[in-house]
């Protein structure tokens, strides 16, 4: 599996978290077919677009509503890791097989909790380093995530909710606007207390 066949950015650490449930799924025979394979209907050239499933509409995530998917995506899948005291809660929608056999990552969401993450700028260090940007080359900008702080950059944004508490979207930009990804990241908070 390389960067290109998944149409998105993944880190190392990430790609051998998704690698690794990738072959145990695979292992236990728990990989589905999407409602056109399931149906007998052969896929068009390009990618196969499901239609939402009840996890997709219905969403929540350790504790965040997700209230707003673009249109278009694919299925999702959950993930679960944890990297220097920090975990990670993730869900990944993917598109495919294109004609060559692979998957588009179309929208990640994910929560990070841990110790360290103190405010916007420990979150901004934190993701520095697990992401291996250059700190002096990354262009950041502010933006406001409903009444959160956060910063981004291409198809990704990031804020901080609370101390120890915060959580990031990405988008495939090919596909989907700038629009799109902040309407995403603003649905993703968490669930109102009550």
Same mark, same amino acid.
């Given at each position: 599996?390389?960067?290109?066949s998944l149409g998105?950015?993944?880190?190392?650490?990430?790609?051998?978290?998704?690698?690794?449930?990738?072959?145990?799924?695979?292992?236990?025979?728990?990989?589905?077919?999407?409602?056109?394979?399931?149906?007998g209907i052969e896929?068009?050239?390009?990618?196969?677009?499901?239609?939402?499933?009840?996890?997709?509409?219905?969403?929540?995530?350790?504790?965040?509503?997700?209230?707003?998917?673009? *249109?278009?995506?694919?299925?999702?899948?959950?993930?679960?890791?944890?990297?220097?005291?920090?975990?990670?809660?993730?869900?990944?929608?993917?598109?495919?097989?294109?004609?060559?056999?692979?998957?588009?990552?179309?929208?990640?969401?994910?929560?990070?909790?841990?110790?360290?993450?103190?405010?916007?700028?420990?979150?901004?260090?934190?993701?520095?380093?697990?992401?291996?940007?250059?700190?002096?080359?990354?262009?950041?900008?502010?933006?406001?995530?409903?009444?959160?702080?956060?910063?981004?950059?291409?198809?990704?944004?990031?804020?901080?909710?609370?101390?120890?508490?915060a959580a990031e979207?990405?988008? *495939?930009?090919?596909?989907?606007?700038?629009?799109?990804?902040?309407?995403?990241?603003?649905?993703?908070?968490?669930?109102?207390?009550?």
């Open positions: 599996m390389t960067r290109s998105s950015r993944i880190v190392p650490s990430t790609r051998r978290i998704v690698i690794g449930s990738a072959v145990v799924l695979a292992s236990l025979g728990a990989w589905t077919t999407t409602p056109a394979a399931a149906s896929p068009r050239s390009g990618s196969v677009v499901a239609p939402p499933s009840t996890e997709q509409r219905a969403c929540t995530l350790d504790g965040f509503v997700i209230e707003h998917l673009p *249109d278009g995506i694919g299925t999702s899948t959950d993930f679960e890791y944890e990297w220097e005291d920090v975990s990670f809660h993730s869900r990944v929608w993917e598109t495919g097989p294109d004609p060559e056999g692979a998957y588009k990552v179309d929208l990640t969401v994910k929560t990070l909790r841990g110790g360290k993450l103190t405010d916007l700028e420990a979150l901004k260090a934190f993701l520095v380093e697990y992401e291996e940007k250059d700190p002096d080359t990354w262009e950041l900008r502010a933006v406001k995530v409903g009444p959160y702080d956060g910063l981004a950059a291409g198809n990704e944004v990031f804020y901080f909710v609370t101390p120890g508490l979207v990405s988008l *495939d930009r090919e596909r989907f606007s700038e629009q799109d990804l902040l309407d995403t990241a603003t649905g993703f908070h968490p669930e109102p207390a009550g």
